[in-house]
């Protein structure tokens, strides 16, 4: 049972990435999902969730107007589409089962998986 993130790399200022996030053992579309990260020295940051339905969706500060997340329940997977990235954008990024809100998300509970790292050079 776990949420496996896949799709990071390495790309340049400017460039996109599509994280993906795939549920095995557990019905994910029953949960609503959360995109955290955590680069080197700092605190996990929660990035985007997206609730049961895909309503409602939440982006932190740091990703609004860049990042998108959204869901494929047929497919049991939750995507982060990042836009625009800057370096500042660089950690390691994992998905996890949490709650959302138009303002915010709870920390991780239940299910996460594995990260996948994002690095963003300039």
């Known amino acids: 049972v776990q949420l496996q993130a896949s799709g990071g790399g390495l790309v340049l200022a400017g460039g996109s990435l599509r994280l993906s996030c795939t549920a095995s053992g557990f019905p994910a579309r029953h949960y609503g999902v959360g995109w955290f990260r955590q680069a080197p020295g700092k605190e996990r940051e929660g990035v985007a969730c997206?609730?049961?339905?895909?309503?409602?969706?939440y982006l932190a500060d740091s990703a609004r107007g860049r990042f998108t997340v959204s869901r494929d329940d047929l497919a049991n997977t939750v995507y982060l589409q990042m836009n625009s990235l800057v370096p500042e954008d660089t950690a390691a990024y994992f998905c996890?089962?949490?709650?959302?809100?138009?303002?915010?998300?709870?920390?991780?509970?239940?299910?996460w998986g594995q990260g996948t790292l994002v690095t963003v050079s300039s």
């Open positions: 996890a089962t949490a709650e959302c809100s138009v303002d915010t998300m709870s920390q991780p509970f239940a299910f």
């Open positions: 997206v609730g049961v339905g895909s309503v409602p969706k």
